[in-house]
Each structure stands twice: as C-alpha cells, then as structure tokens.
C-alpha cells in the first residue's frame, strides 16, 4: 500500500492520484433503514484516471453487495454520463480516455427503457427499446414489433420545441390524465392506446413473450433480412394496425401539426433525429413520445400479401398528411381522396370476409399499373428497339413573366430522345426552320389538371444559367396529356421513351385521371355494395381550406355521389390507389429545410427529395434551381461552418449551403439515405447493409 493512500488534498482528490466518483444506481427498489422504498441510490467509487470502466463497474457492485445485500443481474446495466451526454459503453477503456473528472457524477442505469411509440395512423404503443443502440437499429427493432418491412425507409421523429412566442400549430409535450383514464400524450388524444394491461393477450402486455424482448422468436443466430418472410414471421401481428377507427378524438385532430406556411415545415423536418447516434445521447428519456414515421419517400416492393401493416400506415400517413394541408391539393383530387378515404373506412367496419373479396382483379395485374409510382422494375415492352419513338401534337404553350399579360400560343411540337422541339406550324417543322428547343434533362414536372374545366397542363421548370426557366403545356385532351406527361417525367430523368417503364407511366396517369374522374362524377356506375351512411362528418375527410369553401353539406354529397366509383376496390386496392394518387401530388416527398446558399444574405429554401436538391423561394416555394443525385460525386460536412457541401460531375461545380438553424447532419442524411435506398435490390436473401447506410450519411469524407 502506498504511504499516500488514504490522505486526502483539499481539491477532493487523494495523495495518490484516486478519487470519488459519484455514481447514481436507478431503477432500484431498496429499504433503507428507515424502511422506505429507494428507487435510486448514489454509491461513491473510489477510482484514478487509469482505471477502466469494467473495474470501475465491479467495484460499485461490490459496495452495493456489501451495503445493501443485493444479488441481482446488472447484465442490462451500463454508466451514463449525462453532463457529456453519452454513454461509457466500452469496457477496456479507462477513465481519463473518456475525460471522467472528479466533478463527474454517472448514473448506472438500465440500456433498455419504454418508450410511448406513436404510429402514423396516431395510435400509441409502449415499447422497450434499447437507449443505448444507434437509431437506425431502434426503428428496426420497432419494426419487427409491428411487423413493417423495409424500416430502412423510417425513422424517428421528435417534434421541435415551440420557440417563445411562436403560434405556430406544433404539437405541445404536455401531458394530462383525462376523466376516462386514457392519456394526452404530446397534445395528442391516444386513440386505440394499446396501453400494457389491458388487452391480455396482446404483445404489449407485461408478461407476454414480446413485451420485454424484441429478439425475434425465431432467430437462429444469423442476422434477419429486415424484408424476408422470417422477419415477418417473428412479429405479432395486431388487428388493430391493419385498420383504424373511422375517426380520432376530436382533441387529437385539432392538436396535429398543421403547417401555415414554409418556414413551419422546415422546422418541423428539424425534429428527424440523426441514425447514427442513440436516444440517449439526443434528448430522449424514459417514457418520452416519438413519433414513427415514413421519412424517406422511396418505397420498395409494397407487397399486398405481406405488407398489409405496412401499406396500412403508409395509407394514414398520406392521410393526415392531406388533411393536415402539409402538401396542397386540389378541391378534385380532395374529394377524391375522401371518397377513398370513406370507402376504405366502411370496409374497416364490415367484419365480412367477403367484403375484402369483392375485388376480382388480378392483384399481379394491379401491382404492375401501380409499378411506376411505387418503385418496381418494370416490364420490358415488346417493341422497335432500334428507334427512339417519339410525339408530334399541337399544343398551347405559355411563358409566365413577371408583368406579363400575354396568354397561350398554339405551336406544333415534337417530343424526340430528351428534348422538346416547338415551332409555329406542323409545315414549319416538316422543313425544320424556326426551331426552339427545351431541353428537359434535370427540369422540375408538375401537373395542373380540373377535369370539370377540361385543363390538362404541364409545367415544366427548366434549369438555365439564370435559374429555372418555366414553361406552361397546355393538352386538348387527356389523352395526349397522359403521353406527354409520361414523356417529360422520363426526360428530366435522362430517359427517352424508349425506356421500358414509358407505357406503364402513360397507364399511371391514366389511372389517376380515372380516379379523379371518379371523384368528380355522380357516382353512377357500378353496383352499390355499402349502405351509404347520412352521418359522415366531413373534418375527418377534408382539409380545412376546402371545407371552409365548400361547406359541410356539400363536401357529404359530392363524397356519397362518387364513392361508388371505387366499390370494386378491396381494401388494400383502395389503400394502394391513395397511396399512388398522393405520389402523384406536385408536392408529394419533399422535405424543406432553411439554409444559406454559397454567399448569400438571406436564408433559402433548400428542398430533398429521393432523386433531387431543389433550391427554392422562401416566400412561395418556386423552384430556382435543381440538381438531380445523378450529376453528384460527393457531398460532404464541414463541421466548423455548418456548411453541406455537394460536388457536381458537370463542369467540376460545387454547391454549399449553411445549415444556420439546425445540424448539417440532418441534410446529409436525407441524400445519402436515398443514394442508400436507389442501390436497393430484390434478393430475398439480402440483409439491411447498415454500414454502408452510415458511410453514406455520416457527413464526412473519404
């Protein structure tokens, strides 16, 4: 023993070198002697720079024994450093690696802890999850609680803090008991709260095989592919994520986040935690509310026979999605929506099995006209391989300037490879004189059609040195609005129309037209299967901006005519149909974020979406400038300016923007998750390359 051991400095510290650490233990249940119940106790450990967690651990064991005669499995335990925010996880390394100082006061304290998961369709489970293991491997676990493939394409969500004085309609942290015991969680009513204890054989009740573990049931040692039929079979599937209620709370609905404008979204996208890092080290605690959510808009092979939860919860995000205005709708496309909406809910309520049969058609068949928008392969058309087909019509353009009062012009166009040429007559063309030529390789696509005013128009924003040049097509029918429309999506893309999936985009269209069609009619055809109900309250079917204009009276008739149209759907083929018409919206999958552009004064919008960066106005979302994933060679962080930096393969260009508001991180994300997610195949056998997710997303380079 040294002769120093023992004497102890002013500073706190002994002669030695050692001295006490401060270590709280907590989920405990002691005695003392006063013979109250201690839920946490603080044991002060003797330790010295040099000693490494493991020893550190074994001596605050070994004064529990002595003190408090405990005898329990610390298997589950591991030493948090709240201060420091993270986690002393690696038990070889000593102290001083970790900078422990004297100062330092630890928690011992169990890794895995319950956490209030809300669902996109706003219902609530408590699940115990791992604080201590990165976020990506926290949502595939939630995942194979709630039987969801692919949860490569989820992620986290914790709503940001309203900022003082901020109005802004994000969902508050409170917390009450209501008068019927349920919870107000995060401002939001728990509908169908699968709460622990009250449904005794449901997996989320204490004591049932899944309740304390998420280790699938079946694993056999080697990693599950998070899409294989083993992942599936390892979860509990609960009837209630299949289908929801016709309607939450009305304290739910008035408490959603509902954006007013662009700035609202863009903070509410800061709330995505970072995957690579753990709950813990980001804020969350026990019994905390997140939010599970679809954040990256790149869904693979949906699969009706073993999606039925996840095209479930894709349905309700699309839903509250439309209802909560995040992305813009036309009074159409709104009825539409609802009368899917009621038409899926009416099946909800039919507990007949043959109301799930009702739909004859092919499912094979409907999943190829659902190809293009779902992200399948497509099917080779058997036709002249040799040629570039193309399209010749007589279509109205329009140049939108500013002060501009000039209108459409009719012109004669020839669609050829990835380029439009327009001239003044069809003769004018046979001689090839007076061309003007748009190149649409990179250009923004957006559709603007009112079936009822017999409009069919295609907006086209095409990248220039200025900016984003905008040109206005105008179709005499749907007809060549669909072929068209087919055509310029594949452009923008780099893809002619010789490209195998050309037919099935020209079938997407048609069948989103048809929809509308459907929505806008008198409901006529088809036979009528439902008893139409008279009490539909139609805030829980229509956004609140169409429903001012249109009233309530008038929103039930127009959903009650036209719901008939979609009677030979079965449920899953009606969720499908939502999901495709919501992939179809010019708003659909954008995620907006504020940031500065190169030396610029003022904050932008900087828009990510999976195949694209759109640089936008701030004031109203036009698009000034994009550059698609496929032009990058590398995109990096640079952690002292806060700066995303992006180097195009055209020209050795660069493109920074400075995250002034929130983490670059965040952004980096959003690109590298969707590269991640484009090298997507379908071998069966194939696990979630993890590693690869995080050099993609990580934000540094080489």
Not at 99 to 107: C, I, Y
Not at 129 to 136: C, E
Request: net charge neutral.
């Amino acid at each position: 023993m040294s002769a120093l051991s023992g004497v102890r400095m002013a500073d706190g510290r002994y002669a030695d070198g050692s001295w006490e650490l401060k270590i709280t233990v907590t989920d405990m249940s002691i005695k003392n002697e006063q013979g109250e119940i201690l839920k946490e106790v603080e044991i002060p450990v003797l330790v010295t720079t040099e000693l490494h967690v493991g020893g550190v651990i074994a001596k605050l064991v070994d004064s529990l024994k002595s003190k408090y005669d405990i005898t329990k499995s610390w298997s589950d335990y591991e030493l948090w450093w709240p201060k420091a925010c993270k986690w002393l996880d690696k038990m070889g390394q000593v102290l001083g690696k970790y900078e422990v100082q004297a100062d330092a006061v630890l928690l011992y304290t169990p890794k895995h802890k319950v956490v209030k998961v809300q669902l996109p369709d706003l219902q609530y489970a408590n699940i115990r999850v791992n604080f201590a293991a990165k976020v990506l491997h926290t949502v595939i676990e939630i995942c194979k609680f709630f039987d969801i493939r692919h949860p490569e394409e989820l992620s986290i969500l914790v709503p940001p803090k309203a900022s003082k004085g901020d109005k802004s309609n994000t969902p508050s942290k409170s917390s009450k008991q209501n008068a019927n015991g349920t919870q107000e969680s995060g401002g939001l009513l728990t509908p169908n709260v699968l709460t622990p204890g009250l449904t005794p054989t449901s997996p989320y009740t204490p004591g049932s095989p899944m309740y304390n573990t998420l280790t699938p049931k079946n694993m056999k040692g080697s990693p599950m592919a998070s899409h294989s039929l083993e992942f599936l079979d390892s979860a509990y599937v609960d009837p209630k994520l299949l289908t929801t209620s016709a309607k939450p709370s009305t304290f739910a609905l008035a408490n959603l986040f509902r954006p007013k404008n662009l700035l609202d979204k863009a903070r509410y996208n800061t709330g995505w935690l970072d995957s690579s890092r753990c709950l813990m080290e980001q804020g969350v605690t026990e019994h905390s509310i997140i939010f599970l959510r679809f954040k990256f808009y790149s869904f693979f092979d949906l699969n009706p026979k073993y999606d039925s939860v996840r095209i479930n919860q894709l349905y309700e995000q699309a839903k509250w999605c439309l209802m909560c205005e995040e992305i813009d709708c036309t009074e159409e496309e709104m009825i539409m929506f609802a009368s899917l909406q009621y038409h899926i809910t009416k099946l909800s309520e039919n507990t007949d099995e043959e109301m799930e049969q009702n739909d004859n058609r092919d499912i094979e068949q409907a999943l190829q006209d659902l190809e293009g928008s779902l992200g399948s392969s497509s099917v080779a058309s058997k036709g002249d391989i040799t040629s570039v087909p193309e399209l010749a019509h007589y279509l109205k353009l329009f140049k939108p300037k500013k002060f501009t009062l000039k209108g459409y012009k009719k012109y004669y166009f020839i669609f050829k490879e990835t380029s439009i040429t327009y001239f003044k007559t069809k003769e004018e063309a046979a001689s090839l004189s007076s061309a003007s030529i748009i190149k649409l390789k990179g250009a923004e696509v957006v559709p603007d059609v009112n079936i009822s005013e017999n409009k069919y128009i295609i907006k086209l924003f095409v990248p220039s040195l200025e900016g984003m040049t905008e040109y206005w097509l105008r179709c005499e029918s749907d007809v060549v609005y669909c072929q068209w429309m087919a055509a310029c999506k594949l452009a923008a893309k780099g893809h002619t129309m010789a490209d195998a999936s050309y037919e099935n985009e020209v079938q997407n269209f048609r069948t989103l037209l048809k929809l509308q069609k459907s929505g806008n009619s008198n409901g006529t055809g088809g036979d009528q299967t439902l008893q139409l109900s008279t009490n539909i309250e139609p805030q829980y079917y229509v956004a609140r901006r169409h429903l001012r204009k249109l009233g309530n009276k008038v929103v039930v008739r127009k959903i009650q005519e036209s719901v008939t149209n979609y009677s030979s759907y079965n449920m899953i083929n009606a969720k499908l149909a939502y999901i495709k018409a919501w992939q179809a919206l010019p708003e659909y999958g954008i995620t907006h974020f504020y940031v500065k552009f190169g030396n610029a004064r003022r904050e932008e919008l900087a828009a990510i979406a999976f195949n694209r960066i759109i640089r936008m106005d701030p004031n109203n979302g036009e698009a000034l400038k994009t550059w698609r994933f496929n032009t990058m060679k590398a995109w990096s962080v640079n952690w002292d300016t806060n700066q995303v930096i992006i180097e195009l393969a055209e020209g050795d260009s660069q493109i920074t923007f400075a995250c002034t508001r929130f983490s670059p991180k965040l952004v980096h994300e959003l690109i590298g998750g969707y590269i991640f997610l484009s090298m997507r195949t379908k071998d069966a056998d194939e696990t979630l390359d993890d590693e690869n997710f995080f050099k993609l997303t990580g934000g540094w380079n080489g």
